[in-house]
């Protein structure tokens, strides 16, 4: 089908504010710019006139609440997944028809928006009321309040503007009012403001794919299957840790599917989550019941997780028409904190749909997994590590604790340890260790080697509390008699005699007595922990 493109940025300008039954204009610092970049596709009959004068019309009515601004001249492209536009909204000119009482004019969501040839010269802007959420006063939904269950119902007509459970001039003065009945073009003033937030909403989503905190992706026609074509996902991360995650999958039409999953790899780390590849949460929408199945791979074995924190959010395709939107998909959003496994800067996502109830990958069309960067959600670890029989400040000793993976001595991290006081209590707040199960290994001169096995660290607080044992004069992780010889060469001498054995002063007093003496009988024959 041939198409044709606008594009979308937002930013800041000046705006005012007016008063007695005028527009209410938004200040400089709330008002989005929207830059617009226009496209015709391979066998539409839209022609640029029509593209300059859908886009005036739409640029002098939405002018109090968002400034739009148009960037290029049109150009050419094939269909409605090509030509996009990074960090834009594309309105495509196609050969969509529409009969009456319907103008050619679909906003699908907010992937793109379609104009046919015969399209009214206000239903641009009635499609940004669909993809900013500009709903008019009082109305349950951009077309006003339907007749009927909304969507889809056969009796919808969604043209009670302005919510007074009437029909009338009022209503069809809205640009919101789906159709050729629509008369003017009014927009009231908080519909205009909730235009502005929602382009501001939909800005976040295109910050994050800028800076590799998200992912954009229109997939292409999956030929076998092309009544399920995936069309459409988006995948990213807003905020400071922690952070709002936001996934959303469009299809071309959700009435043929019964589910769509997101598989997610929140750690990095192939050897946690589902065997081989390594992901570690699935969350899957059931379109049939509206339900959501939040589930967590513990090694291989998949276990059912709380949904309470997950938004739904169902996703539409909506015409310039009284008639029910299309079911095009769902929109999730969680805070990462539902992530006991999370680390390091990376997540990666890989979607899928059925339609027949049973949820395989294999199934969806060719897409390549999504990989995004995210802020690092920091592991908190606390706790307090006793050095036995000495006098010494642990705060001197630049202390530090390995971290590694269960049962393997190799380190995949070296922290140090921050001391909160004399007493050995010590936090660590490190955004570079992902959350998961690990050894924890400290050792320190002439104290034994101590080491926690299996510690789960999750995003929550972790306490780890060490005792290292004293003795190991000459710190090979054993208290024998070769530490008893070293203690018993260098008795009597104080720190600044010449051949003072520092690691046989182990109640580090600075000076070696009978003291260190007992500390090494009473441990004798002790070994640390790998």
Same mark, same amino acid.
Request: aromatic share 8%; net charge negative.
């Given at each position: $089908?041939?198409?044709?493109?606008?594009?979308?940025?937002?930013?800041?300008?000046?705006?005012? @504010?007016?008063?007695?039954?005028?527009?209410?204009?938004? #200040?400089?610092? +709330?008002?989005?710019?929207?830059?617009?970049?226009?496209? *015709?596709?391979?066998?539409?009959?839209?022609?640029?006139?029509? $593209?300059?004068d859908w886009f005036k019309k739409a640029k002098d009515n939405w002018a109090p609440w968002i400034n739009l601004e148009q960037v290029g001249t049109v150009d050419n492209t094939a269909d409605t997944s090509t030509g996009r536009v990074a960090? !834009?909204?594309?309105?495509?000119?196609?050969?969509?028809? !529409?009969?009456?009482?319907?103008? &050619?004019?679909?906003? =699908?969501?907010?992937?793109?928006?379609?104009?046919? &040839?015969?399209? !009214?010269?206000?239903?641009?802007? =009635?499609?940004?009321?669909? @993809?900013f959420g500009a709903y008019p006063d009082n109305a349950t939904t951009e077309h006003g309040t339907p007749t009927g269950t909304y969507p889809g119902y056969d009796n919808f007509t969604g043209s009670d503007t302005n919510g007074d459970g009437v029909d009338n001039a009022t209503d069809r003065d809205n640009i919101a009012y789906p159709g050729t009945a629509r008369t003017g073009e009014s927009i009231d003033p908080d519909q205009g403001k909730r235009a502005a937030e929602g382009a501001k909403k939909w800005l976040k989503t295109q910050e994050a794919i800028k800076t590799g905190r998200g992912k954009d992706s229109p997939a292409v026609a999956y030929n076998e299957l092309p009544q399920y074509d995936l069309t459409f996902t988006q995948f990213y991360s807003w905020g400071? !840790?922690?952070?709002?995650?936001?996934?959303?999958?469009?299809?071309?039409?959700?009435?043929?599917?019964?589910?769509?999953?997101?598989?997610?790899?929140?750690?990095?780390?192939?050897?946690?989550?589902? =065997?081989?590849?390594?992901?570690?949460?699935?969350?899957?929408?059931?379109? +049939?019941?509206?339900? *959501?199945?939040?589930?967590?791979?513990?090694?291989?074995?998949?276990?059912?997780?709380?949904?309470?924190?997950?938004?739904?959010?169902?996703?539409?395709?909506?015409?310039?028409?009284?008639?029910? &939107?299309?079911?095009?998909?769902?929109?999730?959003?969680?805070?990462?904190? #539902?992530?006991?496994?999370?680390?390091?800067?990376?997540?990666?996502?890989?979607?899928?749909?059925?339609?027949?109830?049973?949820?395989?990958? +294999?199934?969806?069309?060719? $897409?390549?997994?999504?990989?995004?960067?995210?802020?690092?959600? &920091?592991?908190m670890l606390s706790g307090q590590v006793t050095l036995q029989d000495t006098v010494i400040n642990p705060t001197s000793l630049g202390l530090q604790m390995e971290v590694r993976p269960p049962g393997n001595p190799t380190p995949l991290l070296t922290l140090p340890i921050s001391f909160e006081d004399a007493s050995g209590n010590y936090f660590i707040n490190n955004t570079s260790l992902p959350a998961g199960m690990y050894d924890m290994s400290i050792k320190?001169?002439? @104290?034994?080697?101590?080491?926690?096995?299996?510690?789960?660290?999750?995003?929550e607080s972790n306490w780890a509390n060490f005792s290292l044992i004293n003795g190991d004069v000459n710190g090979d992780n054993r208290i024998d008699a070769a530490d008893l010889s070293d203690v018993l060469a260098t008795m009597d001498l104080r720190s600044d005699d010449p051949g003072f054995n520092h690691g046989a002063d182990l109640d580090d007093d600075n000076e070696i007595t009978s003291t260190d003496l007992s500390i090494v009988l009473k441990n004798m024959d002790t070994m640390g922990n790998p």
């Open positions: $089908m041939a198409r044709s493109t606008f594009s979308l940025v937002v930013s800041v300008v000046v705006g005012v @504010w007016s008063f007695g039954g005028c527009p209410a204009y938004l #200040l400089a610092d +709330d008002k989005p710019t929207v830059k617009v970049a226009k496209h *015709i596709a391979e066998g539409s009959t839209v022609t640029p006139k029509q $593209m300059e960090g !834009a909204v594309n309105v495509y000119g196609t050969s969509l028809t !529409a009969t009456p009482p319907g103008n &050619p004019g679909s906003c =699908h969501d907010q992937d793109h928006i379609e104009m046919g &040839p015969g399209a !009214a010269l206000t239903t641009l802007k =009635h499609e940004f009321v669909h @993809w400071p !840790a922690p952070t709002q995650i936001n996934l959303k999958g469009l299809v071309l039409q959700m009435s043929s599917m019964t589910k769509i999953g997101f598989w997610i790899d929140s750690d990095q780390n192939p050897t946690t989550g589902e =065997h081989i590849t390594g992901f570690d949460y699935k969350l899957t929408y059931n379109h +049939d019941n509206g339900s *959501i199945v939040f589930e967590e791979n513990n090694y291989g074995s998949w276990s059912t997780l709380s949904s309470s924190g997950i938004t739904q959010t169902l996703q539409y395709q909506n015409f310039d028409g009284p008639f029910p &939107p299309v079911d095009l998909g769902v929109e999730l959003t969680f805070s990462e904190t #539902l992530l006991a496994r999370r680390g390091l800067n990376q997540m990666i996502l890989v979607q899928a749909f059925s339609s027949d109830g049973i949820l395989v990958r +294999d199934i969806a069309p060719p $897409m390549a997994p999504q990989i995004i960067s995210t802020v690092p959600t &920091p592991v320190q001169s002439h @104290w034994l080697r101590q080491t926690l096995p299996s510690m789960n660290l999750t995003l």
